[in-house]
């Protein structure tokens, strides 16, 4: 089983950057597609940001343009770049691999997350 480490989340004002990391046990992150998902107060947990085995990468709408997913397989490591960061961006972050592209449906067992809040 991976166990994932997310860190690197805070308090920011609107229009800010935060870069969030996750850390993966394991000698074969290379081989999972990585997620970086997030979950507000009240609502569920959402798939935000892709990055394949393969090297392409995928977004939800909401996040297109400001965020970049990006992942270091020699560190067991994905990162997600959050810029001009909105109000509505305060979330607890969590990172995963996805079963398959198709689905958000995560592989593993969620690490703890990390929070990110965002005044206005």
């Known amino acids: 089983q991976v166990q994932l480490v997310e860190s690197g989340g805070g308090l920011v004002q609107a229009g800010g950057s935060l870069r969030l990391s996750c850390a993966a046990s394991?000698?074969?992150?290379?081989?999972?597609?990585m997620g970086w998902y997030r979950q507000a107060p009240g609502k569920q947990r959402q798939l935000v940001a892709l990055?394949?085995?393969?090297?392409?990468?995928n977004y939800a709408d909401s996040v297109k343009g400001r965020f970049t997913i990006s992942r270091d397989n020699a560190k067991n490591t994905v990162y997600l770049q959050m810029n001009s960061l909105k109000p509505e961006d305060t979330a607890v972050y969590y990172c995963?691999?996805?079963?398959?592209?198709?689905?958000?449906?995560?592989?593993?067992?969620w690490g703890q997350g990390t929070q990110v809040t965002v005044s206005s």
């Open positions: 995963n691999a996805v079963v398959t592209t198709a689905s958000p449906t995560p592989r593993f067992d």
């Open positions: 394991g000698s074969t992150f290379s081989i999972y597609n």
């Open positions: 990055a394949t085995s393969g090297g392409s990468t």
